[in-house]
């Protein structure tokens, strides 16, 4: 079946390090993948997302590629913020309607200035 | 992006009674709806696929008898949570796909039971 493995944290660093949190999938055809963000107490938001292999999402100064030959999508920040601190979830879809994305556990960032 | 709404987002109820969390799409229809479940530190647990009109499917290992789910329509699907304990205390998070255009779930902003 369809899986998501993504690094373990947590991960500590300080303000303008570089960031960089492993993700790789297993999945049957060509599923869209996704990185989430949680801030404590809140529900998950959108951070990134690709659609095909050799895609590159962004936002926020956020980073991922679409790695079908590694079965990749790392995520990656040149400089992190204090305010980056939060967890991160990779997560896949099958695309198939009605069916739920499948996320990794989750990786703790914690910046400190 | 589509908005989800969730609510209420936190509650704290007495043990034995039930609590009902909703779940709104508000921009857009959502024929399936998800429920999860959140521990501490922990990652996201699918519990149940809601659809609109028909009855919910439950992730093994969930009490279909202890969290009911309703889609009533295809912008609202409630979870109640029955006869709470306090080991049902926990983060519950609902997400919904719109029906067509999109490949991201969206997520409400979760909901904090504390059962005492």
């Known amino acids: 079946g369809n899986s998501v493995t993504q690094m373990e944290g947590p991960v500590t660093l300080s303000e303008e390090a570089f960031l960089t949190i492993n993700c790789t999938y297993t999945?049957?055809?060509?599923?869209?993948l996704f990185w989430y963000v949680q801030y404590p107490g809140e529900g998950l938001q959108l951070l990134l997302k690709?659609?095909?292999?050799?895609d590159k999402g962004s936002n926020k100064g956020f980073e991922a590629t679409y790695r079908k030959e590694t079965t990749s999508f790392h995520l990656e920040k040149g400089s992190v913020q204090v305010s980056d601190s939060a967890v991160y979830f990779c997560?896949?879809?099958?695309?198939?309607?009605?069916?739920?994305?499948?996320f990794g556990k989750g990786t703790t960032l914690s910046v400190s200035s | 992006g589509a908005v989800v709404s969730q609510h209420p987002s936190r509650v704290i109820c007495k043990s034995g009674t039930s609590v009902k969390i909703e779940c709104r799409s508000l921009?857009?229809?959502?024929?399936?709806m998800f429920w999860y479940r959140q521990f501490p530190k922990q990652s996201l647990m699918l519990m149940a696929t809601?659809?609109?009109?028909?009855?919910?499917?439950?992730e093994q290992g969930v009490e279909k008898d202890k969290f009911l789910i309703n889609h009533a329509s295809l912008t609202l699907s409630t979870l109640t949570v029955t006869s709470a304990h306090p080991e049902d205390s926990s983060f519950y998070i609902c997400?919904?796909?719109?029906?067509?255009?999109?490949?991201?779930?969206?997520f409400g902003q979760g909901t904090r039971l504390t059962v005492v």
């Open positions: 997400s919904a796909r719109p029906r067509t255009g999109w490949v991201e779930a969206f």
């Open positions: 999945a049957t055809g060509y599923p869209s």
């Open positions: 690709a659609t095909k292999a050799d």
């Open positions: 997560a896949l879809s099958s695309n198939q309607a009605g069916t739920a994305l499948i």
């Open positions: 921009d857009f229809q959502a024929t399936t």
């Open positions: 809601s659809n609109e009109g028909s009855k919910a499917t439950y």
